[in-house]
């Protein structure tokens, strides 16, 4: 189905402004292809209206894409290794002006590049996500925006900082073992050799759980079983981290509030020692995203608002994208949401400050015909929810 712009009703009190600022539908269409395909539907029915895509992300998968194409810049390669420590390659993002990058850490520390071999919880690290961004600070950045989410592994971050000159000794002064697996050996940090220019820019870290670094609800109990570890690989994990914090600790105290601050078991504790060694910020994706982009200014005169996701649920509203861009629309505005599932109802929607949610799926499909299809999908339902927008203010 598409919309003929000749036989909508246009508003006859004026032309709305409309910003559409989507997530990825993951698997099946990224944050930019789903905010044209926004985009297309809203013109349909508003051809004079002012448009404007800003695609966005949750500082999760998609987060690099989103921001390259709001910058408008192309993306960089460079030689890494992966969680294993096999020869990789990865992309970053620099900002038009040079000044900040963008690296999604599961570039090189992803599960996705290590799934054509058994995975080794214990074994897989950071490094190469180290060597990005020195590669980034070749550049001359002056800001790190990392995004951690997708990880394989739980070091701590420790192989970040290795890659960046930090040396992790056990009690005979040797290098302890890559992973998490070798954390429970380690006896001192060295940061002696550590690249000044790392310690020098500001780093801000995007988390989108707020779980601890140890404990039931920490990062090797909640998400080393997705990387392979069994429960007992889960108990060397969790006491490493802990021993990691005691040893990056200047006191006991610090030790525990380092264990108990929420979002430091992210990507298997990455924040714990990058905020330790570089004074990392640690912030919600969204938010990070949102300053980026600059999403505030972008919604400031929006009278509709066309965002969404691949599944829309209660979860989407507590830091995700979605709440993001309701968050900072203005109270007149309508917000609009497109997803490939709705879970809430109507009025769970109103009391939320959605004024609708509409599925793409207009009947039963199954998700691969829905994949397929996806950004014309977008873009019909985008146009039917404009349409009825218009009704309205005709």
């Known amino acids: 189905m598409s919309y003929d712009a000749s036989t909508t009703q246009a508003p006859s009190a004026r032309t ?69 420590g096999r020869p990789a390659s990865a992309a970053f993002g620099v900002s038009p002006d040079g000044s900040t990058a963008v690296i999604e850490a599961a570039q090189a520390n992803g ?71 070798g954390l429970a050996s380690l006896a001192s940090v060295d940061t002696s050799g550590l690249d000044e220019r790392a310690r020098s820019v500001r780093w801000r870290i995007a988390v989108d759980v ?21 429960p007992e690989s889960v108990t060397v994990l969790d006491t490493g981290l802990g021993h990691l914090a005691e040893v990056l600790a200047g006191s006991a105290a610090e030790a525990e509030t380092f264990a108990t601050t929420p979002g430091f078991g992210a990507a298997g504790g990455i924040p714990l020692t990058l905020s330790t060694l570089f004074g990392a910020e640690v912030v919600p994706g969204s938010t990070m995203v949102a300053e980026a982009v600059g999403l505030t200014a972008a919604l400031a005169q929006a009278d509709i608002v066309l965002t969404g996701e691949g599944s829309f649920d209660s979860q989407s509203l507590g830091g995700k994208v979605v709440a993001a861009v309701r968050d900072r629309a203005p109270a ?40 397929e299809r996806a950004e014309a999908l977008i873009e019909d339902t985008a146009a039917h929810a404009c349409a009825l927008v218009a009704a309205g203010m005709g």
């Open 332 to 371: 007149s505005a309508r917000v609009i949401v497109v997803a490939g599932r709705v879970g809430l109802s109507p009025a769970e929607c109103r009391q939320s400050g959605i004024t609708a949610a509409l599925s793409i799926a207009a009947g039963p499909a199954d998700l691969d015909t829905l994949s």
């Open 210 to 230: 707020d779980n601890p670094l140890t404990g039931p609800r920490g990062a090797a109990a909640v998400f080393g079983p997705q990387k392979g570890a069994d």
């Open 16 to 84: 709305p402004r409309i910003v559409c600022a989507p997530d990825s539908f993951k698997g099946s269409a990224s944050a930019p292809a789903a905010a044209s395909a926004l985009a297309r539907g809203a013109r349909a029915v508003f051809p004079d209206s002012s448009v404007a895509e800003l695609p966005f992300a949750d500082g999760g998968e998609g987060t690099l894409d989103a921001l390259l194409a709001v910058w408008g810049t192309r993306p960089r390669t460079v030689d890494t290794v992966d969680a294993l």
């Open 111 to 181: 599960l996705p590049q290590v799934s054509d071999v058994p995975l080794q919880p214990e074994r897989a690290d950071t490094y190469g996500v180290g060597l990005i961004v020195s590669s980034a600070l070749d550049l001359g950045v002056e800001e790190i925006l990392l995004c951690i989410g997708g990880s394989a592994s739980t070091d701590g971050g420790v192989g970040i900082a290795a890659a960046l000159g930090a040396r992790f000794t056990d009690a005979s002064g040797r290098p302890i073992a890559p992973g998490g697996g």
